[in-house]
Structures are given as C-alpha cells and as structure tokens.
C-alpha cells in the first residue's frame, strides 16, 4: 500500500515492483511538525547540549556546512505547464532493488544514544518507507538485530587500520545479511571539531558531575532514552565497528580512536572488492578523478559526500560537483548527501545526475523527538512533497529530470536583453 501523503497531497500508487511503503498516518502528537526543519528545534529542545551539539555541528567555520544548503538556492527550477501528471510515481532502483522513493537514511552514530533504540527506530521506518537505510559502524546495537528486525539495511564501514580485522568486519556484515556494504573514505584523518570540545562532548562518555547534570535538566531523555537503554539492555556499546564488540559508551579510562587511518590508499579498497561480492559503495567522494579510480576499482555506486560539513572545511558541496560525478561515474551508480532537507532538493539533485540521495540529522532529530514513529513521518512528509513537487514540475517520472529543469537564479533565460 502507498504512503499516504500529506494533507493537499494526491495519493499515489506504486509501480509494479516496487517495495511499496504500508499505509501511514499521522500520530496526533506528530501532525505539528510540517517539515523536516521542524524536527530540529524539538530535538534541541529534549536533548542534552553535548548530544545535540554532536548531531548538529560540523567543523571549524562550518563553512561547508553552510554551503551545503547556499547550493540549492542557487539554482532554480523551469517547469512545464499543462502536462498531464495523474500518473506520477517517485520509485527507483538500486543495486537490483526497487525503493518507493529516491532518497534513504544516511548512516549516523550513536544513534541510540539520542533516541530510545534509535538505530532500529531509523532502519524499522525505512524498512516500512521501502526505503534505504545505512547502518553506521558507530552505532550502539548489533548489526545482527538490526538486520534481522529491519532486513535490506545497508552496513557502512571504514576502512580499517589492520587489512586482518577489516577482512573480519567484511566476512561479519556477509554473515549478517547486508545487502550493501558502504566504505566512508573521506575520514583518513580526525578532523578539527571545536563544537565537540565547546560542547563537552566526547566518546566513550566520562562519568562525572557534568553527566549527571544533563540528566537531571533533560529528564525526557535521562529516563525515557538513556536510563531506560541502561535497565532494559545494559551499558551500551560500540558494536559495529570491527568484528568483536567494541568500547562501552560509558568509560573512564576507554579510548575510542578513529586516528591512523593516514596510510590507506586504494589497494586497501581493492582488498575489500575483492573479499565483497555484493554492492560495494563509496561515501565521501567530491573529485570526478576519483571516480575514475573508483570505477576502475570495481566499484559499484559512489555517494557523493562532504560527510555533511563534518570533516573539511571548506569542502564543496556535493551538488556543485553532481554534473561532473555524474560524467565520470558511467555505470556506476551516483547517489548524494549533505544537506538534504527538502523534495525540492532531492529533486534538484537527481536533475544533475544523482540517482538517490540520503538524509541525515533530520533523522536523527525525528527519531529523538518521536521515536519510529517520528521517523516514519520525516519520511512521509519527504515523500509527499516530491510527489507535489513533480506535479508542479510537469512530471510523471523521475527519469524525466535533466539539467533542463534548472537554472542559476542569476540567469534570465527568457530575455537577456529585457530590462523591465
């Protein structure tokens, strides 16, 4: 059954095929929150600073961060009138799978310390969507739940400091069922995140009287997310990030060291090709040169990433580099992040050559605030405005997009030389 869309929205059924959403509506306590940007102030609301200022920072200047969104309104869309769009459908294939709508969950860590099972929460909603969602190595509940509760989630991965326990992380995910194994590439160094330590965030988390205290000022997410993790399933750990159980979230004296990835090159890649005989996708790519190296990798889609504005600043935005991906890619699939928060922006991306995208902290903020239930309707509500947006458009298909839908604000198309 499809996804029934928001209020003003025409219903829609799904191709033949495809991985049809159930039947959604609204919970009352949920009808408030209109759009994605919604979920942010709410969340900012219920949840400790350190956490919120995790999710919701980037690095240094945050300049990336800003462009990320600065590039959508930079272009503007030309759509046709007076097409028939009774039989407008948003569904798109990936890796052999038909998804109901062009856009998935971006993998996020921690995500179960900012809502209740917050992993599940994501991977349950999208399963429901018949959409993709992209397990982190940083999450804090095994890969094997996830994917036996929320089957066709993808596994993202780093790449390991030791070729040994990376090919034990590769042959766990194959265990566990994984469709798709996502590599991240773009985090050979740590980068500079001043809003952490502004923030007093850091993991594993350190017992001390600043720890109590958020409890105490944020009781919704003490008892209802942390303390209620605590009783029901233990201390929490890193679970995902090799082949055995990683760091406990709470700990004096653990160090979790994402460092010491600074000798990892393309061999290292090409090691995991070929111990992955499925789907083998690529975060983190901005330089066309690199998709080339990509492709000849053996790889089979790229998502084109500035890890959100978290890594370096200063990095383009992925939709400023979309064309020249997408010219470099050739079979290879080309998929996006960083910034997404709107059907409109999924929709400009796709009509300069991405196949899907994915979303992030809106996630994230609608998991914390509704649990499955708030990010299954952060999905509807996307949903539902890409499939207005193709009507207002003039479209039926989403292979119907091209550069032709898209202008720079700055161009007068119709009459350069008309000064009215």
């Given at each position: 059954?499809?996804?029934?869309?928001?209020?003003?929205?025409?219903?829609?059924?799904?191709?033949?095929?495809?991985?049809?959403?159930?039947?959604?509506?609204?919970?009352?306590?949920?009808?408030?929150?209109?759009?994605?940007?919604?979920?942010?102030?709410?969340?900012?609301?219920?949840?400790?600073?350190?956490?919120?200022?995790?999710?919701?920072?980037?690095?240094?200047?945050?300049?990336?961060?800003?462009?990320?969104?600065?590039?959508?309104?930079?272009?503007?869309?030309?759509?046709?009138?007076?097409?028939?769009?009774?039989?407008?459908?948003?569904?798109?294939?990936?890796?052999?799978?038909?998804?109901?709508?062009?856009?998935?969950?971006?993998?996020?860590?921690?995500?179960?310390?900012?809502?209740?099972?917050?992993?599940?929460?994501?991977?349950?909603?999208?399963?429901?969507?018949?959409?993709?969602?992209?397990?982190?190595?940083?999450?804090?509940?095994?890969?094997?739940?996830?994917?036996?509760?929320?089957?066709?989630?993808?596994?993202?991965?780093?790449?390991?400091?030791?070729?040994?326990?990376?090919?034990?992380?590769?042959?766990?995910?194959?265990?566990?069922?994984?469709?798709?194994?996502?590599?991240?590439?773009?985090?050979?160094?740590?980068?500079?995140?001043?809003?952490?330590?502004?923030?007093?965030?850091?993991?594993?988390?350190?017992?001390?009287?600043?720890?109590?205290?958020?409890?105490?000022?944020?009781?919704?997410?003490?008892?209802?997310?942390?303390?209620?993790?605590?009783?029901?399933?233990?201390?929490?750990?890193?679970?995902?990030?090799?082949?055995?159980?990683?760091?406990?979230?709470?700990?004096?004296?653990?160090?979790?060291?994402?460092?010491?990835?600074?000798?990892?090159?393309?061999?290292?890649?090409?090691?995991?090709?070929?111990?992955?005989?499925?789907?083998?996708?690529?975060?983190?790519?901005?330089?066309?040169?690199?998709?080339?190296?990509?492709?000849?990798?053996?790889?089979?889609?790229?998502?084109?990433?500035?890890?959100?504005?978290?890594?370096?600043?200063?990095?383009?935005?992925?939709?400023?580099?979309?064309?020249?991906?997408?010219?470099?890619?050739?079979?290879?699939?080309?998929?996006?992040?960083?910034?997404?928060?709107?059907?409109?922006?999924?929709?400009?991306?796709?009509?300069?050559g991405a196949r899907a995208v994915f979303v992030g902290r809106p996630m994230n903020y609608a998991a914390a605030v509704g649990g499955e239930a708030g990010v299954a309707h952060a999905l509807a509500l996307l949903r539902a405005e890409i499939h207005a947006d193709m009507g207002l458009l003039g479209l039926n298909r989403l292979a119907e997009l091209g550069p032709q839908q898209l202008l720079p604000i700055h161009t007068n198309y119709m009459n350069q030389g008309d000064k009215r």
């Open positions: 059954m499809p996804v029934e869309p928001a209020v003003g929205a025409s219903p829609e059924a799904p191709p033949a095929g495809a991985r049809a959403p159930a039947a959604y509506v609204a919970p009352r306590a949920l009808q408030r929150f209109l759009c994605l940007d919604d979920f942010e102030p709410a969340a900012r609301a219920r949840l400790p600073r350190p956490l919120f200022g995790y999710v919701s920072g980037a690095t240094e200047t945050n300049a990336s961060l800003r462009d990320n969104r600065a590039a959508f309104e930079e272009l503007a869309f030309l759509p046709r009138m007076l097409v028939n769009v009774a039989g407008r459908e948003q569904s798109v294939e990936l890796f052999g799978t038909r998804y109901s709508s062009p856009f998935g969950i971006a993998p996020m860590g921690i995500s179960a310390l900012t809502a209740y099972r917050g992993d599940l929460a994501q991977a349950r909603a999208a399963a429901a969507a018949g959409v993709p969602m992209v397990l982190s190595s940083s999450s804090l509940i095994r890969m094997e739940e996830v994917l036996q509760q929320a089957p066709g989630t993808w596994f993202q991965a780093y790449l390991g400091r030791d070729p040994r326990a990376t090919a034990r992380l590769v042959e766990r995910v194959k265990a566990a069922g994984a469709p798709v194994l996502v590599v991240t590439i773009d985090s050979a160094v740590v980068p500079n995140r001043e809003n952490n330590v502004r923030n007093r965030f850091k993991t594993p988390l350190r017992p001390d009287l600043r720890l109590l205290w958020d409890g105490v000022t944020h009781p919704r997410w003490a008892l209802g997310t942390f303390l209620r993790t605590l009783l029901v399933h233990g201390m929490p750990h890193f679970e995902n990030v090799g082949a055995e159980r990683g760091a406990p979230l709470v700990a004096r004296d653990v160090t979790r060291d994402f460092s010491g990835r600074e000798h990892l090159d393309w061999e290292a890649l090409r090691d995991i090709r070929r111990r992955w005989s499925g789907p083998l996708v690529l975060k983190g790519v901005l330089h066309p040169e690199d998709v080339k190296l990509a492709r000849a990798a053996g790889v089979d889609g790229v998502i084109v990433s500035n890890h959100g504005g978290r890594q370096l600043d200063g990095a383009v935005s992925p939709l400023r580099v979309l064309p020249a991906v997408a010219e470099a890619a050739g079979p290879v699939a080309v998929l996006a992040d960083s910034g997404f928060r709107r059907g409109t922006d999924v929709l400009k991306a796709l009509a300069l």
